[in-house]
């Protein structure tokens, strides 16, 4: 069973290539991703990593927390479940600029 960790404090020029160099060298990868804002494109400084083993996640973990990456200490944890998001604002309208026209 695979585990997910997440990535924090990234420097926003870090790419998937740099996290996936990085994990690497504790198993096998299954994913990476950077969070991007979808209006800028831009990195909202925090990722996840997908490891293939439990044991080796939590070696990543333990190795790679305070770790430098680009010149930024990363903050390295499993990664919690989502929570479920409400449907909107204060009026409870869903979608983009609902009630807004």
């Not at 740099?18 to 950077?34: H, M, N, T």
């Not at 293939?52 to 919690?80: C, F, P, Q, W």
């Not at 479940?81 to 807004?100: C, I, L, V, Y």
């Amino acid at each position: 069973m695979s585990k997910k960790i997440y990535v924090g404090n990234l420097p926003y020029s870090a790419s998937e290539d740099d996290l996936k160099e990085a994990f690497a060298k504790f198993g096998e990868i299954q994913s990476v991703r950077i969070i991007m804002d979808e209006a800028t494109g831009s990195s909202k400084g925090f990722g996840f990593v997908e490891m293939t083993v439990n044991e080796d996640a939590d070696k990543a973990i333990e190795a790679l927390n305070g770790a430098m990456l680009k010149g930024r200490a990363m903050r390295v944890s499993e990664a919690r479940p989502q929570e479920a998001r409400g449907k909107g604002g204060p009026r409870g309208g869903g979608g983009r600029g609902a009630g807004w026209r």
